[in-house]
């Protein structure tokens, strides 16, 4: 019955104009963008990973369009014109940009629309303006989180009725139009999250009815226009993670209606301007990461209003005014690095609704206070400061705490033994302190726990908590204790970054760690796992780390290490491995071509982070391979300090994505493959101590990233090569106990005769080189990104429903992590 119903509901709206029904023109177009929309996106994945909750199954032909789902219509008598589309991520999975912005095409012919939502779409190519010129009575757009690139076209700016705009994370190039004068309408603007370049318009003044500017995320540089002061109806100020400089103009405070001003991550100088005191509206006021100086004043916390307050990460400082009584309630509070000192100021006791407290890289010390653990806050972030003693339990009681990091302290003692009572952790970073005796086994109780740290420490036991394999735990870091036993595999099937190096663990690897099907990173090194390299781990098919640096391994290179095609970061040096180099290790395709975008934990965390330091032990100096290390552009093969013999496999050349090849301190004879010369992105190479012959081939003058080399202590005779890097390489003992090598580089000229073989060169090079999982630069990374999700989501969360990002003071709200 209620099929026929449908049936015959479609058949009377094809037929009357009915006041239930959708105009069938209207119908048609929307079916037409449904077959293109989908037509797109299958030949590049399953529908099955998007479409059934993409919210267009109910779009079809007996049904009248104003029932669909994502489609709103007009509610006046006998109109029923679609006047609504929310059209947000139709695709679930996060797959690369392979829709078209052609695919819009039959919206623009819908001159009905108010509102067009088709953010976190994966759209690519020009935003079409032209089109958009047709949508006249356009008041809502969101192009939000595509990949629309090229110029900001000058046709949006004559949708006089626009009153929310909203092109964030993109990749838009252009600068603002002059045409932006036009908007006298608008109420809201928001640019964030592109890539604009150049200075803010002044001529954004312009748009007198403003209520909401945000500018985030995007490449503005210069100072803040004085225009912008003339937008005296300015609720909401975003203009965060840009390149803006100078300092925050004077009469900010003269936009009275201020709720929220967000300016963190530029490059302001100077001081907190005192007009900020006049505004009394005043809810949000985020000045974090910038190059401001001077002292915090103490009349930002009678702003009654505030409620959100971020200074941290510029070069303020704090007078400790104990007698400070504040008259605003504050949710959030981050005063990272601002010079506090001495114990945790009294009266934050006072601000009863805190639920965010940043006191990280101060100088903060004596022990951790009762009364902030009877609070309840639902994140606190300590690291980096000087508080002794041990972790009151009472902590642990509380229902609300999400994020806790006491990294880096001077804290001692046991674990609270009822650690596990704190079910809402999802978050828990104790690294870098003293605390002694074993991990209370209650910590397994914590289900929603994403990452636990507890490195660093003094750790002990043989007995590991046994956490549920359907667990949430993807990042368990017990590195640099003094753990004993066998290696505990008892861990969630989640889990992508497994660390437990530097203890004293011993015997064999257990085979079932091959249960930890999702795990990406491995790290094992400095411990004393006996026998051969465990085949079997070749069955961890998402490994892309992995450190089994000083473990007492012994035996061949197994062939089958090839079958971990994702690869980047195999570090086998200080063991007693024998045989010949397999030539498989060639086919080791996370070498081959390094992936630009890294996602162990993005698919976890919905976050990018860095990941892992790559450091290198260079003739005892630690220097880092390039300025910002991270595993996103990383691959590294060290295979030094071990027995290998034989030849060095030519196949080692076609692994164009290694920065970093050591093999060093081997039995390695013959000569160096002149294959190498295609390791276009090798930084540094050591094949030093080993017993390789012949001359350095010609073909590392194409190295061009090269910085480091060494081949000393081998048989190389002949002629350095000249030519790009290798005129750089001057450091005599890189060359050293090589009796027949020659050349400008070792101030030892070559007799004319020689003229090395242009063909098969095989170069060599010794260096001392190691690298080291730096896991302090994840853990500072890792903490900011968890901010952002925790706190900032609110800048860029969106919903479906006409009305939303309506406000960004709104979104600006505190909220507490939750994973259901």
Known sequence: MAARLLFLLGVLCSTFTLSVCCPDHQKQTLLQFKSAFLNLTSAYSSPSSY???????????????????????????????????????????????????????PLFHINTLLLLDISSNHIYGQIPGDNLAKLTKLVHLDLMQNNFSGNLPSQIFRLKYLQYLDLSNNLLSGVLSPEVGYLQNLRTLNLDNNFLAGNIPDKISN???????????????????????????????????????????????SLSNLSTLALSKNRFTGSIPQSIQNLSKLETLRLENNLLSGEIPSWLFDLKALKILFLGGNSLTWNNNSSIEPKCMLSQLSLQSCGLAGEIPAWISTQKSLDYLDLSKNKLEGKFPLWLAEMDLGSIIFSDNKFTGSIPPRLFQSLSLSVLDLSRNNLTGSLPENIGEAKAIMILMLSGNNFSGPVPSSISNIYRLLLLDLSNNRLSGNTFPMFDSDAFLAYVDFSSNEFTGEIPVTFSQETRILALGKNKFSGRLPRNITNLIKLEHLDLHDNRITGEFPDFITNISHLQILNMRNTSLRGPLPKRISKLVNLQILDLSSNNLSGSIPAEFGNLLGM????????????????????VDILVNWKRSVQGLSSNPSIDVYSLLDLSKNQLSGEIPASLGTLKGLKTLNISHNKLSGRIPFSFGSLKSLESLDLSHNSLTGPIPRSFENLRQLTTLDVSNNHLAGQIPRGGQMDTMNDLDSFANNSGLCGVQIMLPCPDVISPPMAKESETKESHYMWQGGWTGFLFGFLSSILIIIFTTQFHGRTSSPAKGSSLGRRLTPHRVNVR
């Open 207 to 253: 748009l007198t009815k403003l209520q909401e500017l945000s500018l985030s995320s995007n490449d503005f540089s210069g100072n803040i226009p004085i225009s912008i002061m003339n937008l005296h109806d300015l609720e909401v100020l975003d203009l965060r993670d840009n390149r803006l400089s100078l300092q925050i103009p004077t009469d900010i405070g």
């Open 51 to 105: 479409f059934p909750m993409s919210g267009l199954e109910s779009w079809n032909s007996t049904s009248d369009c104003c029932s669909w789902d994502r489609v709103v219509c007009d509610t006046k008598p006998r109109s029923r014109a679609v006047v609504g589309l929310t059209l947000n991520s139709l695709l679930l999975s996060d797959n690369p940009a392979m829709v078209s912005s052609t695919v819009l095409t």
């Open 592 to 611: 081959i071509d390094t992936p630009t975008t890294f996602s162990a934990i993005t698919d976890v965390f919905t976050f990018s982070i860095q990941y």
